[in-house]
């Protein structure tokens, strides 16, 4: 069984800019996470989703949005891109939204900020 | 103060040591994760306990509740061992987890 995929592994893109990253969880998955590493830290919390409705919001700007789809696929979109954005941005799944579930992560996306 | 302190920041020890890494928390706690790290970025849960102890071959993970402290021991370790290990908490009724910053272990053969 697949576990969680994300896309693109890479991405360039310049200050201004729009970038859209994806996310397929583990099969049968309903919640997907999104989280930011920024280099040399540890990953910081941007959305979760629940059955295609937004749970979770960390302490981002209004930039960052994201979504969910019928399939539990899942969308970020970030708007106006800063040099500040740079980072590794991860993606996890798990069968429930709440409580004592195991988080599965997927490799990241390493999206570079020029 | 972060949420999630972990220590030490850094470790470098000899192949066959015995590594400790330790993890405080400061809110209530429906679980914590331990997490593995490889250059690349791919995150690796090793652990998600909420309470006692828990043992996957060399590791060995424990949390004591009451006084808010997580700890991931290595036995016998290895250089492939080496990686960054992270700990998490999800906090009583909330959907995200909160992340420490890391601990960077280097085993040297």
């Known amino acids: 069984d697949a576990g969680v995929t994300q896309s693109p592994t890479h991405l360039i893109k310049t200050r201004g800019q729009h970038v859209t990253l994806r996310c397929s969880p583990i099969?049968?998955?309903?919640?997907v996470s999104w989280y930011q590493q920024v280099l040399g830290q540890g990953p910081q919390f941007i959305f979760q989703?629940?059955?295609?409705?937004?749970?979770g919001r960390g302490n981002f700007p209004d930039r960052f949005s994201a979504r969910q789809f019928p399939n539990y696929s899942s969308e970020l979109n970030v708007n106006a891109l800063l040099l500040g954005d740079s980072a590794l941005y991860l993606c996890?799944?798990?069968?429930?939204?709440?409580?004592?579930?195991?988080?599965?992560f997927g490799p990241g996306t390493r999206l570079t900020v020029t | 103060k972060n949420e999630v302190e972990q220590s030490p920041q850094n470790l470098t020890a000899q192949e066959g040591e015995f590594i400790t890494i330790n993890c405080s928390y400061s809110v209530g706690i429906s679980a914590l994760h331990w997490l593995q790290q490889h250059p690349g970025g791919g995150i690796v849960s090793l652990f998600m306990l909420s309470s006692g102890k828990k043992k996957h071959g060399r590791l060995i993970a424990t949390i004591n509740i009451q006084e808010k402290h997580s700890s991931l021991h290595i036995t016998a370790s290895h250089p492939r061992d080496s990686a960054v290990y992270i700990c998490?908490?999800?906090?009583?009724?909330?959907?995200?987890?909160?992340f420490g910053q890391g601990t960077r272990l280097t085993i040297n053969p």
């Open positions: 996890a799944s798990s069968a429930s939204g709440t409580g004592y579930y195991e988080q599965y």
């Open positions: 989703y629940y059955e295609k409705e937004e749970r």
């Open positions: 099969s049968g998955h309903k919640s």
């Open positions: 998490a908490v999800r906090e009583q009724g909330a959907q995200k987890l909160v």
